[in-house]
């Protein structure tokens, strides 16, 4: 019987490279064969074993896949469909995309946008559709191009290198947050107009009630620096909140809500109604433009999994990260 290579949690602790055979294979109606995966925060934390993301052992990592349709035993899908999984308990409940084969439910796929190859779809992955998730928030709640500035924390990150270059692409005025000065051409070239050093933000949460400098801001971070980000929102602002990078408290008063009328819609890309998650992939596949996707992307090999998965949580990596499955599994 054909082995498979996978990076597997089976117990609390780091994940380790296991052979896996169809047996092995979750539940499910539809199985894929993985092209791609991606890596974000959530895949640091679990590979690493810094972070109890699985629920349950043995737990394949990965939360992102794009491949095609081996078998089906649903009438939705059939052998040959180009498809994509984010979320949906991948790597915490349900085994996940660091393997080369994967058995899943039918209803968690969507169908990869037509013009979009499966590399790209997973250097936007959970990340960009979190992103693109967060700007229709933005806009669900009347903030519009040429209203003002908008705030990107964690600018250099997954999240926010594709919520900078989307809403650069629909014509807002971005104002990136980011620690790393030397990302700051990298951010211009998404499309950033100007920047702010973290430092600014984080660190202890200042009066609740700051100067008002940003119509709207996605929060990649929590913490302090979400509360100062409130805090400096104009009166009927909004903020989209969607990480934990920087804790999971949020030290602030009720005042930026009852004074000004800030809204703080929280953003969960995870268990996404299919029919939100496809329309905003539809709308990454037209409004994310190709060059500044591929500006923020690198691609890395399945065997690079460990040390990439460090690289994220000590916050050495620049955008997307997209793994090679199908082309470098078979070298480890």
């Known amino acids: 019987m054909e082995q498979y290579p996978a990076y597997v949690v089976t117990e609390p602790g780091p994940a380790a490279l296991t052979r896996l055979t169809d047996t092995d294979l979750p539940d499910g109606d539809v199985t894929v064969d993985i092209a791609y995966s991606s890596l974000n925060f959530k895949d640091g934390l679990s590979v690493t074993g810094k972070g109890r993301i699985a629920r349950r052992f043995p737990m394949t990592a990965g939360i992102d896949l794009a491949g095609t349709v081996a078998r089906s035993e649903s009438p939705d899908w059939a052998p040959g469909d180009d498809v994509i999984l984010t979320g949906w308990g991948l790597s915490e409940t349900h085994p996940g995309a660091y393997t080369t084969r994967q058995r899943v439910r039918s209803e968690w796929l969507v169908r990869r946008p037509e013009g979009?190859?499966?590399?790209?779809?997973?250097?936007?992955?959970?990340?960009?559709?979190?992103?693109?998730?967060?700007?229709?928030?933005?806009?669900?709640?009347?903030?519009?191009?040429?209203?003002?500035?908008?705030?990107?924390?964690?600018?250099?990150?997954?999240?926010?290198?594709?919520?900078?270059?989307?809403?650069?692409?629909?014509?807002?005025?971005?104002?990136?947050?980011?620690?790393?000065?030397?990302?700051?051409?990298?951010?211009?070239?998404?499309?950033?107009?100007?920047?702010?050093?973290?430092?600014?933000?984080?660190?202890?949460p200042g009066r609740p009630l700051q100067t008002e400098q940003w119509v709207g801001a996605i929060d990649t971070v929590g913490s302090s620096t979400l509360a100062n980000v409130l805090s400096r929102t104009a009166y009927r602002g909004t903020v989209a909140a969607c990480g934990l990078a920087g804790g999971n408290d949020l030290p602030t008063t009720v005042l930026p809500f009852i004074l000004r009328g800030v809204k703080l819609i929280g953003v969960d890309s995870v268990m996404c109604p299919t029919d939100v998650r496809t329309r905003a992939w539809q709308r990454l596949a037209t409004d994310l433009p190709v060059d500044k996707l591929d500006a923020l992307t690198t691609t890395r090999g399945f065997g690079e999994i460990p040390q990439l998965a460090e690289d994220i949580l000590a916050g050495r990596t620049r955008g997307r990260v997209v793994i090679d499955i199908a082309g470098t599994a078979g070298d480890v």
């Open 116 to 204: 979009l190859d499966a590399a790209r779809a997973m250097a936007i992955g959970t990340a960009g559709l979190t992103a693109m998730l967060c700007v229709q928030e933005l806009e669900n709640h009347g903030v519009r191009p040429g209203d003002g500035d908008v705030l990107v924390t964690g600018a250099a990150g997954g999240v926010g290198s594709v919520a900078v270059a989307v809403l650069a692409q629909l014509g807002y005025d971005v104002v990136a947050s980011t620690g790393r000065p030397e990302e700051h051409d990298h951010l211009t070239g998404l499309g950033a107009r100007s920047f702010l050093d973290r430092a600014e933000l984080g660190g202890e």
